[in-house]
Each structure stands twice: as C-alpha cells, then as structure tokens.
C-alpha cells in the first residue's frame, strides 16, 4: 500500500489546523520523503504534550501515542532527545488552551 510522503502529510496538517482557526509551527524540518512526525501540543499554561506515531504490532494498525507529557520544559527537553536520535524528525508545535490538536480525527488518526 502507497503511503504519503512526510511532507504531504505534514502540509496538510497544518491546512486542516489553520482551518480550525489552531496556530501551528513547523519546528524542525525533517526528511521530505520518509521523516517522521513529532506534535507538540502547547497549551499556552507551562503544560504540554509530544505525540508520536507508532505501531499496534498485533494488528498493525497506526495511532498516535504520548512520549511525554507535563511541564513543557520537560516536554522540550524529551523532543531535543528525539532529535538528538532522530534528525530527519519532523517537529510540529500546536498552540491551543483547549488542548485540540486534531490527531483523533478522519485521515489524521490513523
């Protein structure tokens, strides 16, 4: 099955954020073709969340999980760890106080 490259899915992304009226940055550029994708989301009150994509190996399936959690200072730190890892990571921070990052919807989820 054709997958999306990083790139597409990361603009459109960002198209389905600032249509919701969400404020998002690319933070870190990773690989165009096969990078793959951090969020952070910030809620704007010293507490934030970095989610990445992984895998359910029993049924194969995608979903978007937590690496970290709490004070965004911590969150930070956990995403530079990542990158330190991983410099073709793609990094994308979310600003929103109500916590909607858009990841549990159609085509984003999964």
Not at 7 to 36: C, E, K, M, Q
Not at 68 to 80: N, P, S, T
Request: aromatic fraction near 8%; avoid cysteine; charge should be negative.
């Amino acid at each position: 099955m054709a997958r999306l490259t990083s790139r597409f899915w990361v603009d459109s992304y960002l198209t389905r954020l600032r249509l919701a009226d969400i404020p998002a940055f690319v933070v870190a550029h990773g690989d165009d073709n096969a990078g793959a994708v951090l969020v952070k989301l910030a809620t704007l009150d010293g507490r934030a969340q970095a989610f990445t994509r992984g895998f359910d190996l029993m049924t194969g399936a995608r979903a978007w999980n937590v690496l970290a959690e709490g004070d965004e200072r911590e969150v930070d730190a956990a995403i530079a760890r990542q990158r330190g890892f991983d410099p073709d990571l793609w990094v994308i921070e979310v600003e929103d106080r109500q916590g909607r990052h858009l990841l549990d919807q159609d085509g984003l989820r999964d």
